[in-house]
C-alpha cells in the first residue's frame, strides 16, 4: 500500500493510498499564509498552472492588495463592481449566514482582527464592543456583480478556500487529469479511481490519530478550536469566534469535520458546526444532502452521522 504523508493545518496527518500508481507531479507552495500541496497525475506546465490559478485567487480576495475585491468592497464608500468569482463567494456566504441564523457572518472582520493569536493578545471588551457595531452580513447588498458592504468590512476566510479548491479541481479535470490530491491548508480533496484512508488528528495532541475515514472523490475540512488559540489566566480563546459576542465561542466539540462534494460547502459547515455545538451540528449535517461528518466533543468522544457506519475500525459512507 502507497502512504502518501501531508500536514493539513495540523488536522488530518496522512493519506494512505490502496494502489500502486505513482503520481506524476507534486509540489508545495506558500499561499494564503498557510502550506498549500498539490499532487496529481500531470505534467510541470499544468501543476504549475493550478498553482498560478491559486496565487490569482490570492490577489483577488486579498484584504490588503488595494486592487483585490475585498479591499475595494472593504474600502468603498457605496456600491462597487467585483469578480463573476468573488459574486459567487459572496452569494454563498450570504445563503450560509442565512442558514446559520448569523452565526457564520463575513462581517466579523472588525472583530477578528483585534485578535493576534500569534503575539497572544486578547483584545478588551470597550475593543470588541466597538467593532461588534459594525458586524452585520445582511447589511450587504449584493445585485449581479455589484455589491454594497454598507460600511462592513468582509473577511472570506471562513470559505474562500473552499471554493478555491473546487476552482483547481476543476483546472485538473479540464486538463484531462485525472487523479490527484489537493490541498490548502487543510481544506482537502481526493479525486481518482483510488480509495484513500485519511487520519483527524486527537485535539490538542501532537499527531496522534483518533479516527480514520476511507473515502474517493470527496472533500473533507476540518474546523477544531486547537488551531489557533491564546492561553490566558486559565481561559482558553480560540479563534472560531461568535459575531453575536466577539468572543471564542461557546462550544461542545473540539473539531468538526465534514464530508461531502463541495470544498467551499464543506468549508462553511466546518465552521458553522463548531458554532452550533454537536446537538445543532448534527442536526444541520443530517439535513444537509449528500454530506457526513465526524465530531469530537470536549470530551475527546466521537459522534458521526447516520451516512458514515463503521468497517475494521475505519468511517467509511453506507
Given amino acids: 500500500m502507497k502512504k502518501i504523508f ?89 445563503y450560509y449566514g442565512d442558514l446559520s441564523n448569523g452565526k457564520f457572518d463575513i462581517t466579523i472582520y472588525p472583530v477578528s482582527s483585534l485578535w493576534d493569536f500569534s503575539s497572544d493578545i486578547v483584545p478588551s471588551r470597550n475593543e470588541i464592543a466597538e467593532a461588534l457595531k459594525n458586524v452585520d452580513y445582511q447589511s450587504i447588498a449584493l445585485d449581479g456583480n455589484t455589491v454594497n458592504a454598507a460600511g462592513r468590512q468582509i473577511d472570506l476566510g471562513g470559505i474562500a478556500k473552499g471554493y478555491i479548491a473546487d476552482r483547481v479541481l476543476e483546472h485538473f479535470k479540464q486538463n484531462n487529469v485525472n487523479s490527484g490530491i489537493i490541498d490548502l491548508g487543510g481544506n482537502l480533496i481526493v479525486w481518482g479511481n483510488q480509495d484513500y484512508t485519511l487520519g483527524v488528528k486527537k485535539p490538542f495532541s501532537e499527531g496522534e490519530i483518533i479516527a480514520t475515514v476511507g473515502l474517493k472523490n470527496k472533500s473533507v475540512v476540518t474546523s477544531g478550536v486547537y488551531e489557533r488559540y491564546i492561553k490566558q489566566d486559565g481561559k482558553l480563546y480560540h479563534h472560531i469566534l461568535d459575531p ?75
Avoid at 497525475?41 to 491559486?54: G, I, R
Avoid at 475585498?70 to 459567487?88: F, L, P
Avoid at 468572543?247 to 461542545?252: E, P, S
Avoid at 466546518?270 to 449535517?285: E, P, Q, R, V
Fill in 244 to 318: 453575536k459576542t466577539g468572543y471564542a465561542c461557546d462550544t461542545d466539540l473540539y473539531s468538526a469535520t465534514i464530508i461531502g462534494d463541495s470544498s467551499i460547502d464543506c468549508d462553511a459547515l466546518s465552521t458553522i458546526c463548531m458554532l452550533l455545538g454537536l446537538d445543532g451540528a448534527k442536526t444541520l449535517i443530517e439535513n444537509t444532502k449528500n454530506t457526513e461528518a465526524i465530531f469530537v466533543d470536549d470530551e475527546n468522544n466521537l459522534h458521526y452521522t447516520d451516512g458514515l457506519t463503521k468497517q475494521d475500525g475505519i468511517f467509511v459512507l453506507k
Fill in 6 to 94: 501531508v500536514t493539513l493545518s495540523a488536522l488530518v496527518i496522512c493519506l494512505s493510498c490502496g494502489c500502486t500508481e505513482t503520481y506524476e507531479n507534486s509540489d508545495t507552495q506558500f499561499l494564503f499564509d498557510t502550506v498549500v500541496t498539490l499532487t496529481a497525475d500531470c505534467d510541470d506546465k499544468t501543476l504549475e498552472s493550478a498553482f498560478s490559478l491559486c496565487r490569482n485567487y490570492e490577489y483577488l480576495l486579498s484584504r490588503n492588495i488595494k486592487d483585490s475585491d475585498v479591499y475595494k468592497i472593504n474600502h468603498a464608500s457605496g456600491e462597487c463592481r467585483v469578480s463573476d468569482d468573488t459574486a459567487k463567494i459572496l452569494k454563498k456566504a450570504i
